[in-house]
Each structure stands twice: as structure tokens, then as C-alpha cells.
């Protein structure tokens, strides 16, 4: 029904305007992590140096893992706090159900950086909580260990995503259908059963969906460790923005940016893979 | 989790006062931010006291900040224009075209939302550098008008599938161009799906940091103005503009949540 004119009208604009200034940035990312910097000057040139640097240095493996640690912590202290969230509000919120669902969309509008810089006040040795232990004795000197440190940055990255993570497990639990829910109540399934066995499985899908996002976006995170991290917070997002900075090695920044981009493509991809099988139909 | 087995299946004490933490750990940090934007001894110590509005007045008189506020503004603007237009030919491309490239192009244009944003910051730098583009509010733009093309692709291409298309075939059918088509029946009919996606867009650009960390030039964006002073050590001052920009935030929620149930109610008139 629509002509030839009228598809390559609404289709040309968008391809060229993604080929060019999205697939062309990204293959650029890919081709510099195979070339060199001699003297301060990018040199195009083919070759493997960067991985192999890359992989012989303790450095970057170590902080490597470290990230993978903080991305897991996070990962699972957002799906402690937001399945029993999204479960309360799909099968016990009752009437209140709208209203505490938009409670839990308001701070996702809210400003990254206004809630890091929140828990950076928080935190601090000066700040809030600090403030608050000794005015009711519970500490006499400041805490230090709260602010820079993994500890902080989980926090913080913990709460962006707690609303990202219960978002998806909220849509797969409300599509559960009730009747099978009290199938299995009714054929004489515990509380925990029915959880276990109907509950839990059905929403594998948006759980799922969930942590991948968390996993891989505080994976990539650099802003939460310059913010709350400290030294000790150091994740692999800030060794490839100090490398396109300071110490001015972008083919090397790319190699590691492209091993990151790679850890998350099959990440993904595994995830998608799951969710189908764990789809209901 | 579990439950005890006492617990009826309406009544949930337990998780109850489990889902109240949660809330409180989500709001706990907000409503902090937002007390001691009033504290006359800055930020820190506990309980707040001196209650005083001399970090709003000192706010209001710091150019920069204004300054910032405004390349934000015209950034996010010039983001919402750019990414509708090219979101709704996509969508429309996607709808109801089959070209080369189609489930790559779905993939691709997803890219910048899952990946991480230093990522899709840093290809967009060495893409300036290359091509020999100086880093200004430009660049910035182009960085989020591109990658926000996947929101608005992504709400689009939902408003165009829930659409009745028996509309716009009569109005083909009565011999209209699909010009005159687009114009008096596609786009009115995208109208809410267009708000929608142009309130997402404009937050998400006003807010973006990431991304922006590598394009920004000389002037800065509202988020990197903040940032740039985080380093420096915090005041209250900085308390006073994110309690601005969360009351901004719930502003447009709410409107967009009006838009959003008027669209639901006109829906169900329509379908009953």
C-alpha cells in the first residue's frame, strides 16, 4: 500500500544518519584499539600490541575483576531490594498499587548526578550520617570508611538501579495470569511453593532483564567511582577515561573500551537467549 | 524471600515493612539533599538548623549557572527536534517497510541506550576528531540527538503498531495524497506517543553526563557546571539547584502522567 517514494523517504534519513554517526563512531572505536600512538602521534597501523599490553598488565586485569565484583554486588543487592519490591506492590499493594508504582518511577526522572552528589553529602566524614551517629552517640569520631571506597560506589550505583531492576520484574509479575497462581493454591501448594514453582519462574524473564541492565551499566560506570570511589573505587571505565586524557593512549583506551563493549554484547545476548526459554507462552 | 506460611495472601506484614525500607532507602537520600539546601551551616552536621534561603539568593545570582542552564535547555531542545524526526522515520521504516539492513538498523540504533555511556561519548569523540570537528554545545548535541533516536524510536514504533490503520487506507482510498495523509491522520493520530517521547528525551538530555563528559567544549551543560564544582568541594549552593531540577523533574512527570491517562481515557471513549 505505501509506494517505493514513500519507503525510501522514511527509511533513508535514519540509515544514513545512524550509519554515519553511530556505526561509523563505533568502527572507529574498534579500528583505533588496533593502532598505535609513537611520539604523541596516532600512527595507523595494524596490529595486536594493545590487547596483548592489555592482557600483560595486572594492573588492568586486576581492576578488571574488581569492576566485574562491584557490577555483581550491585547486580544483586538491586534485585534484593527490587523483586520483594515489585511482588508487594503486584500481589499485596491493593488499591495503593498506582500511587507506589509512580513513587517508584519518580526517582528515575531524578538527576544521576543529583543522587550521587546526595550520597557523597551522606557519606562523607563530614557529612550527614555522620553527623547524625554522633548526635545520637552512637560514634564519638567520624567514620571514615563510608566515602571513597567500593563500598560507596556500590551504594550509590545499588540506588540508581534498584527503580531500573524493579521495573521490568513489575511488568513480568503483573503479567503473570492470577488463575495460575490460585491453581496451585488451591491444589494445596504452600505460600513458598506456589512462590517457588509458579511465581519465580514466570518472572525469570523480566528478572533477568533487570540485572543484565544493572550488571552491564555499572559495569561501564566511571562518573560513581570519581564521585564516591576514592582510589580503592576504581573501576575499568576510569583506566579508559584516563587514557583518553592524561595519559593520552587512546588506541590502548580503545582496546580496553572494546573489551568492555565486548563483556556486555554477550552478556546481552546470553540474557536474551535465557529470557526466551524462560518465556511463557 | 520467603514467607511465613501464617501470612494470608492479601495480608503481607513482613514484606510490608520490607517494601517501606526500600522506599525509604530510595526517597532517604533525596529528602536529605533537599533539607540541607535550607541549612545556614552548610552541608553535614546533624540535625539541620538555621533554616535560611541564602543558598537559593546566592544561586539565583551566579551567572555561570544560569548560563549553563540555558545551554542545557537549548542542547535538550535541539535533541527533542532532532531525535522525533529522525525516531518517527525510523519508526515509520521499521512499521511498514522491509530494506536492507533492518535488523541490524533495530539492533544499532538500541546500541546507545544499553551501552554504557563512555562508550558511545568516547566513539563520538574520536568521530569528531576525525572528521577535523571542534568540540562545542555542537557536538554535544549531535551526541544527544543521536543516541536518544532509540527512545524515540522505541515509543513511536509502539504508538504506530497500537495505531488503527483502517484510517489512513480511507483516506488513501478517498484520494488523498499520503502526504495530505501523514499530515491529517498519521501524525494527530502519534500526537500523545509524541509527547511522550519528547518529555523522555528532553530529561534524559538536561541530565546526561556520560556521554557528554567527552563532547563538551568550552560551555558547559548544566550537569557538567555541577560536576565541575563537585571537584572543587561542595556547598549548599549545589543542594539548592538539584532541589530545582527534582522539582522540575516532578513537574514533568506529572505532566506527562496527565497526558498519558487523557490519552488512556480518550482510548477507552473511543473503543467503547
Redesign the interface.
Known amino acids: 500500500m505505501y509506494s517505493r517514494a514513500y519507503k525510501s523517504i522514511v527509511s533513508l534519513p535514519p540509515l544514513l544518519w545512524v550509519g554515519l554517526f553511530l556505526l561509523l563512531p563505533y568502527a572507529l572505536m574498534f579500528a583505533h584499539s588496533f593502532w598505535l600512538v609513537r611520539d604523541g602521534f596516532l600512527v595507523h597501523q595494524w596490529n595486536l600490541q594493545n590487547y596483548h599490553k592489555l592482557l600483560a598488565n595486572p594492573l588492568y586485569v586486576e581492576v578488571l575483576l574488581r569492576t566485574m565484583r562491584i557490577a555483581a554486588a550491585v547486580t544483586l543487592l538491586s534485585l534484593l531490594l527490587g523483586y520483594p519490591l515489585a511482588y508487594y506492590l503486584s500481589f499485596h499493594a491493593g488499591a495503593r498499587k498506582e500511587l507506589l508504582y509512580q513513587l517508584v518511577i519518580v526517582p528515575l526522572w531524578v538527576s544521576y548526578l543529583v543522587r550521587g552528589y546526595a550520597w557523597k553529602t551522606i557519606l562523607g566524614s563530614d557529612g550527614v550520617l555522620n553527623g547524625f551517629l554522633q548526635y545520637a552517640h552512637i560514634t564519638h569520631e567520624p567514620v571514615g570508611f563510608l566515602l571513597y571506597s567500593p563500598f560507596a560506589v556500590i551504594v550509590m550505583l545499588t540506588h540508581i538501579y534498584t527503580p531500573f531492576v524493579f521495573l521490568p520484574i513489575y511488568a513480568a509479575l503483573e503479567h503473570i495470569p492470577r488463575p495460575l497462581v490460585e491453581a496451585s493454591q488451591d491444589l494445596g501448594a504452600s505460600q513458598r511453593t506456589t512462590f517457588l514453582r509458579v511465581i519465580l519462574p514466570l518472572s525469570m524473564p523480566g528478572l533477568l532483564a533487570g540485572a543484565t541492565f544493572a550488571f552491564v551499566l555499572s559495569m561501564g560506570d566511571f562518573l560513581a567511582p570519581l564521585l564516591v570511589g576514592g582510589p580503592s573505587g576504581t573501576m575499568i571505565a576510569n583506566i579508559v577515561q584516563s587514557l583518553f586524557g592524561a595519559a593520552y593512549d587512546w588506541p590502548l583506551g580503545a582496546a580496553v573500551s572494546v573489551c568492555i563493549l565486548l563483556i556486555t554484547v554477550t552478556l546481552l545476548s546470553l540474557a536474551e537467549r535465557f529470557e526466551k526459554r524462560w518465556s511463557f507462552k | 524471600?520467603?514467607?511465613s506460611?501464617s501470612?494470608s495472601?492479601?495480608?503481607?506484614p513482613v514484606?510490608?515493612v520490607?517494601?517501606t525500607l526500600?522506599?525509604a532507602?530510595?526517597?532517604i537520600?533525596?529528602v536529605?539533599?533537599i533539607a540541607?539546601s535550607f541549612n545556614r551551616d552548610g552541608?553535614?552536621?546533624?540535625?539541620p538548623r538555621h533554616l535560611t534561603l541564602d543558598w537559593y539568593r546566592q544561586l539565583f545570582a551566579d551567572g555561570a549557572i544560569w548560563d549553563a542552564v540555558l545551554n542545557s535547555l537549548i542542547v535538550a531542545a535541539a535533541s527533542v527536534a532532532l531525535a522525533l524526526t529522525?525516531?518517527l522515520?525510523?519508526a515509520?521504516?521499521l512499521d511498514?517497510?522491509s530494506?536492507p539492513?533492518k535488523a541490524l538498523?533495530r539492533r544499532?540504533?538500541l546500541?546507545?541506550l544499553?551501552?554504557?555511556?563512555?562508550?558511545?561519548g568516547?566513539?563520538?569523540?574520536?568521530?569528531a576528531v576525525?572528521i577535523g570537528l571542534p568540540l562545542s554545545l555542537g557536538t554535544v548535541f549531535?551526541g544527544h540527538g543521536?543516541a536518544l533516536?532509540s527512545v524515540a524510536?522505541t515509543e513511536l514504533f509502539a504508538g504506530l503498531q497500537k495505531m488503527d490503520r483502517a484510517q489512513e487506507?480511507a483516506s488513501?482510498d478517498l484520494g488523498a495524497t499520503?502526504w495530505q495523509t501523514f499530515w491529517r491522520i498519521t501524525l494527530p493520530n502519534l500526537k500523545l506517543s509524541l509527547i511522550a517521547a519528547g518529555l523522555l528525551i528532553f530529561?534524559l538530555s538536561?541530565?546526561e553526563?556520560?556521554v557528554t563528559?567527552?563532547l563538551i567544549g568550552r560551555d558547559n551543560t548544566l550537569?557538567l557546571e555541577?560536576?565541575g564544582r563537585?571537584r572543587r568541594g561542595?556547598t549548599p549552593e549545589?543542594?539548592a539547584i538539584?532541589t530545582l531540577?527534582?522539582v522540575v523533574?516532578?513537574a514533568?512527570?506529572v505532566i506527562w502522567?496527565r497526558v498519558r491517562t487523557r490519552g488512556l481515557g480518550a482510548e477507552a471513549t473511543r473503543s467503547s
Request: charged share 5%; no cysteine.
Open positions: 524471600m520467603t514467607l506460611k501470612t495472601t492479601r495480608r503481607a514484606l510490608a520490607y517494601a526500600v522506599f532507602f530510595i526517597y537520600p533525596i536529605v539533599l540541607y552541608v553535614g552536621g546533624f540535625p529522525l525516531g522515520l525510523a515509520l521504516a511498514r517497510s530494506f539492513g538498523f544499532l540504533v546500541l546507545p544499553i551501552l554504557p555511556g563512555i562508550i558511545t568516547l566513539s563520538l569523540l574520536m568521530f576525525f549531535l543521536t533516536i524510536t487506507e488513501l499520503p530529561t538536561m541530565d553526563i556520560a563528559f567527552f550537569p555541577i560536576w563537585l561542595i549545589i543542594n538539584s531540577i527534582f523533574s516532578v514533568l512527570i502522567y
